[in-house]
DNA sequence: ACCTGAACACCGTTCAAGT
DNA sequence: ACCTGAACACCGTTCAAGT
């Protein structure tokens, strides 16, 4: 929105056309959803010809990639944002990450489903990505290790017991976007939230 | 293959088109991945024109939720045969049905993908698909019921208690097959199925 | 070094016409 | 009642040519 940015947009080099269209592309996921999101319409929506992103991006999926890499950073960003001077109990700050987690799920669905779905088939081919959700699940693994040093979590290696908190959150964002919990109300999913999390704690074990 | 059907097969009238396009689909999924699936590639392995389809499903996703309806019953099918006859205990079972829901995953990605990615927008406007998905999940819920029954699972709706378990396995099967768990070994994803499975039952609480 | 225009092989979908 | 052929508006991708 920099007027010398301004200046610079019509003409036939358009200078900052790489973020232009990641920029581009969320705006589709946005509007129509993960199926609007073809190199095309973000050409079209930058302002280039349909040839020029290939001068930026090898094919589609570099593209999807850079998206789904922005979505991991944008994740890690509101994860870190909880409880960051550690005033929190740990416990309480791993409930809270996972909170965090479902509302960003449900905050940019679209957005999510590119981080998790099919668009990108190996994020190894693409290291910035693949660094950019380790970070995030870092961030989970730390916090169960701070949990398992005050006693509160029971020994193991905290990555095996992270990835079993993962996928439950990550099995909830996804059957509540596009499974059998689609209509479920904000509500009635905090709710949900609280019921898992005690599940995650506690198991379904008796007494 | 039943020489009957075989007479029939280049006649103008296809006669069982609409069964022979799920079957067309199934294999291009098995073939190309979920991205291969398309009406007219679909219509070219029944060997009609691109068109016909149209006379049997109203647009693209409606083959998809066929597909998809035919995923919920193999699935289905074989969770009921882990221990139809009661011989198995009923928080052994429980454990089962998870490892063959995983493993059901982990057979037929594509068509697992098919059942839970974004192809079907909403599962209430196709009332059969609905009706297969709740069917999957009534199993589980009544292996958690008859858990309680035994008082082995904590007090609770028992259907609250099932998407925990549901979520918590469906989240391992697609970390696994789109996420970071992605180049995961089947033998190392058993030992991590078995870390869930006591995760899924005792939590995360220490003692 | 970066972008355009035209082209090719694909899609989903529609519709008049054929059997 | 079911299927075909041709058409339209889209894709992803390539490549010679322009600036």
């Known amino acids: 929105m920099a007027t010398g ?7 036939y080099h358009h200078g900052r056309l790489k973020p232009a ?6 705006a589709l ?24 992103p290939y001068r ?10 850079a998206v789904a890499e922005e979505g991991f950073r944008a994740l890690t960003r509101e994860m870190a944002a909880v409880s960051p001077d550690g005033t929190v109990p740990p416990l309480e700050r791993l409930r ?17 489903r590119v981080m998790f779905g099919r668009g990108v088939a190996d994020f190894s081919r693409y290291p910035s990505l693949h660094g950019a959700s380790e970070e995030t699940f870092r961030l989970l693994v730390d916090a169960i290790a701070a949990c398992q ?6 020994a193991g290696d905290p990555r095996a017991l992270a990835f079993g908190t ?3 959150t990550h099995g ?23 019921e898992l999390t005690r599940q995650v704690f506690s198991g379904l074990a008796a007494r």
Chains 1, 2 share one sequence.
Do not use: C, K
């Not at 129509?32 to 079209?44: I, K, P, Q, S, W």
């Not at 809270?96 to 999510?112: D, T, V, W």
């Not at 040093?149 to 029971?154: E, I, P």
């Open 56 to 65: 930026h991006f090898a094919d589609r999926e570099a593209l999807v990639a």
């Open 29 to 52: 996921i946005e509007r129509d959803g993960v199926g609007g999101l073809t190199l095309r319409a973000a050409a079209r929506r930058a302002g280039v010809s349909q040839a020029a």
């Open 96 to 112: 809270q990450l996972g909170l965090a987690y479902i509302r960003f799920a449900h905050a940019h669905p679209g957005h999510y």
């Open 166 to 168: 993962w996928a439950m």
């Open 21 to 26: 269209l990641v920029e581009a592309a969320l």
């Open 172 to 194: 909830l964002a996804t059957l509540w976007m596009d499974g059998p919990l689609r209509h479920m109300t904000e509500g009635t999913l905090d709710e949900l939230a609280e």
């Open 5 to 11: 940015r301004r200046r610079a947009r019509r003409s």
């Open 149 to 154: 040093r005050d006693g509160l979590v029971r």
